[in-house]
């Protein structure tokens, strides 16, 4: 079993930061890799940032130079810092791990609401 906690979201200012944290428990083996998506209402879910237990990253497009993920692999823990936030960035921010073996297996968090408004 796998449970994965998001926090750090709020209400936040064009132009401020925030820095987004999941928290895991739990192993199903081999993990593959890890990352944020985003949904909005309306809108279908997004990828907005990926890593690897080795460190390698990837990132949309929208959030190229705006955002960093990060991670602990002894603590279990990922991180997304975000700055320069936009109104389009407002979204439930859903943590992700994927595990790796004789098939891949998905876990998510419960989000976290991130708006950005003045």
């Known amino acids: 079993q796998v449970q994965l906690a998001e926090s750090g979201g709020g209400l936040v200012q064009p132009g401020g930061s925030l820095r987004l944290t999941c928290a895991a428990s739990g192993s199903d083996g081999e993990i593959q890799s890890m990352g944020w998506h985003r949904q909005a209402p309306g809108k279908q879910r997004e990828r907005v940032a990926g890593i690897t237990t080795g460190g390698l990253t990837n990132y949309a497009d929208s959030m190229k130079g705006r955002a960093t993920i990060s991670r602990d692999n002894a603590k279990n823990m990922i991180y997304l810092q975000m700055a320069d936030l936009k109104p389009e960035d407002t979204a439930v921010y859903y943590c992700?791990?994927?595990?790796?073996?004789?098939?891949?297996?998905?876990?998510w968090g419960q989000g976290t609401q991130v708006t950005v408004s003045s």
């Open positions: 992700c791990y994927v595990f790796t073996g004789a098939s891949l297996r998905t876990y």
